[in-house]
């Protein structure tokens, strides 16, 4: 561990939680250099959907790579693109009638962001974006200014200027109510507020505390963008490819956003790759107004290309969707042994929170999950709450065992 505390900058974060050094790891599970076992409940923030080392997906890349296929081109056409591109439009866009175009970016959510962010700038001629309240959209600086969270927007060193920010549902009330006063200062020529260029969103706040919009009220958010002429953006970096039982988070919710922002779990192995959706009338780029050294991740597109396959038929989601509510059920039960803490669930398919509402509650049991050995993350303002999303293939033995650390952790965490 020496090495890491005296070469490793000091900006080092989730290895402070989790202080072991991991050499192995498969599906849901890691082991250390010592051997011992960790239930792995955080799947890199969302990037390990499919598992660590996914047997089908290590295959294929080992394939691709043996074959001598390229693995760096920029935007250059390579064979492992065309697969993607061909796969992920007859798997994911046609059974469910939508039309995109497909911009891959630099291999960050953030670089995805500032993609979209760029994007509608320059269609709509407009400078403001909306964002809202515990929203997180990546730590560059453009995705930074419509991120909420205080402490990455103060570490930047600069303003970070034009955007709008808005309350959240939930955060002022629930329900389409709570766009009511948004849509009154718009239609005020005498407010000082002007429609932005485009409203961003996340259908659940992942990294906000697990945070889930309504259906109703996304509807009204859209309806309100098309009303003022901005585009109607999804941050779907954390919770699409399959988090939330569907592959888009907003899927089941009778939206059609402009812009689709994917990143994350898209690229299927841990290898990056970032992704955004563009209704083709808007795809109003010059060549090169947005490039990027790694916009080619050729091992990305393999491995991606065959984390699609979950998506060939219903089965897939089907049992995210049953995980999600055993989750839910098991988080609830913990809530119920806990009455006078006034603990919350919060969260939709395989993305849980289980919100303490307090900082100072959530970092002890982050403490006793590490000593339970469970890998989870802790999130929502001052980290108060502690989020479950296991990677989607976790095998259902697995899940329970880590259910069940998870409550030790929490009952151990509350007593302290």
Known sequence: MNVFERLESNVRAYCRAYPAVFDKASNARQWDENGVEFIDFFAGAGVLNYGHNNERQRQAIIDYMQADGVTHSLDLHTTAKRTFIERFEDIILKPRNLEYKLQFTGPTGTNVVEAALKLARKVTGRSTVAAFTNGFHG???GALAVTGNAHYRNVSGVALNDVLRLPFEGYAGTGVGSLDMIRQTL?????GVEAPAAFLVETVQAEGGVNVAGKEWLQALQALAKEYGALFIIDDIQLGNGRTGHFFSWEDMGLDPDLVCLAKGIGGFGTPMGLLLIRPELDQWSPGDHTGTFRGQNLSFVAGSEALAYYENDDFLKSVQEKGRYMEERLNNI??????????????????GLDTHSPAIAKKIMAAAAKQRVIVGACGTDGRVIKACPPLTIEQETLERGLDLLEAAVNEGVTQ
Not at 187 to 191: F, L, P, Q, T, Y
């Open 187 to 191: 239609a005020d020529s005498s407010s």
């Open 139 to 141: 730590m560059t600086l």
């Open 335 to 352: 809530v119920a042994n806990h009455k006078k803490l006034n603990f919350e669930v919060r969260g939709r398919g395989m993305m849980q």
